[in-house]
C-alpha cells in the first residue's frame, strides 16, 4: 500500500554560532526577512526554524499540491519527503517506491560523456549495473541526442543538457512522485513529449507530491492542496479550496 504519514513534523536550520555576534546579527536579520522563525536548539547555536508541526495523511491516490509563498516551507517539506533533511522532531513513514524529481541535474560531470552520464545519474538514483543497462537504449532513444551521447556535456547547449537530465529522471517509474514545479523542457516538439512522459509517470504513480505556483497545474493534477506560511501549515483541504482561499486572503491584504 502507498501512503505518506507526517505527524508533527519540525526542521531546525542551524544559522551561526552566537559566538560570532555581527554576522549572527546580519543573518538573524536575513532569516527574519524571509519569514522564518528563530528559535534556540538549547546550545550556541540560533536555528530557524524551517517547518513546524506540519502534519498530513496521504494514500493511495492523492495528489497534493504544496502553495505558499517563497520561503514558506515547500521545498524543505519536499526534502524532508525525500530523507535528504532529517526531521528535527517528528515522526515520518512512507510506504513505496520513492522517486524524487528534482534536481535532476545532480550528480551531472560536464567532463563526462553523455553515456556515462547516464550511468552516474543512474546510480544516484539507486539503479543498479543492470537496471542502468537495461534503461540506456530507451533514455537514449527518447533524448534524441544521437551522437553527441559520445561527447562530453559540456559540448552540449543548455537545452540539450536538460533534455538528456529530463530522460533519465523520468525513466524510473515509482509509487511516489515528488516535485518542486512541474518539469517542461525543451523545445516545442521535445516539451509535447516530455510533458505526455510526465503525465504517464503521474498518472501510474500512487501518490504525487508537487510545489508549484502555477494554479493551472495544481489544478490539473492534484485533489488536495496543502498551504504553508512561515514554516507551519496555515490550510489543508480540497484543491480548489485552499487555492480559493489562498487568492481570497491575498485580495483581503491591503
Known amino acids: 500500500m502507498t501512503e505518506i504519514v507526517a ?4 526542521v531546525d536550520i542551524p544559522i551561526l554560532s552566537i559566538r560570532a555576534r555581527s554576522l549572527r546579527t546580519i543573518a538573524l536579520a536575513k532569516a527574519r526577512a524571509i519569514g522564518g522563525r528563530i528559535v534556540s536548539d ?3 547555536v540560533s536555528v530557524i526554524r524551517a517547518l513546524d508541526s506540519v502534519s498530513f495523511h496521504l494514500k493511495n491516490g492523492d495528489r497534493l499540491g504544496l502553495i ?17 533533511y532529517e526531521p528535527t522532531s517528528g515522526r515520518l513513514e512512507r510506504r513505496g517506491k520513492l522517486v524524487p524529481m528534482f ?16 550511468k552516474l545519474r543512474g546510480m544516484m538514483m539507486g539503479l543498479t549495473s543492470k537496471e542502468i543497462s537495461a534503461r540506456t537504449q530507451e533514455i537514449a532513444a527518447f533524448s534524441e541526442l544521437g ?9 552540449y547547449s ?14 524510473v517509474q515509482g509509487d511516489i512522485i515528488l516535485m518542486d514545479e512541474w518539469i517542461a523542457v525543451g523545445d516545442a516538439s521535445f516539451r ?18 508537487i510545489a508549484s505556483h502555477e494554479k493551472n497545474i495544481l489544478l490539473q493534477h492534484c485533489n488536495l492542496g ?19 482561499r489562498a487568492a481570497a486572503q491575498s485580495e483581503a491584504v491591503p
Do not use: C, W
Open 42 to 44: 538549547g546550545s550556541h
Open 7 to 10: 505527524d508533527q513534523i519540525a
Open 68 to 84: 505558499g509563498p517563497n520561503g514558506a516551507g515547500k521545498t524543505t517539506l519536499i526534502r524532508v519527503l525525500a530523507d535528504i
Open 226 to 244: 496543502m498551504r504553508l506560511e512561515k514554516g507551519s501549515v496555515t490550510d489543508f483541504g480540497p484543491i480548489n479550496q485552499v487555492l480559493e
Open 103 to 118: 534536481d535532476i541535474g545532480m550528480g551531472f560531470d560536464e567532463e563526462a560523456t553523455g553515456h556515462e552520464n547516464i
Open 158 to 171: 543548455a537545452g540539450m543538457t536538460l533534455r538528456l537530465m529530463f530522460s533519465i529522471a523520468t525513466s
Open 192 to 209: 509535447e513529449k516530455a510533458h505526455k512522459r510526465m503525465l504517464e509517470i503521474v498518472g501510474k504513480a500512487g501518490i504525487l507530491v
Open 147 to 155: 551522437d553527441y551521447l559520445d561527447l562530453p556535456i559540456r559540448t
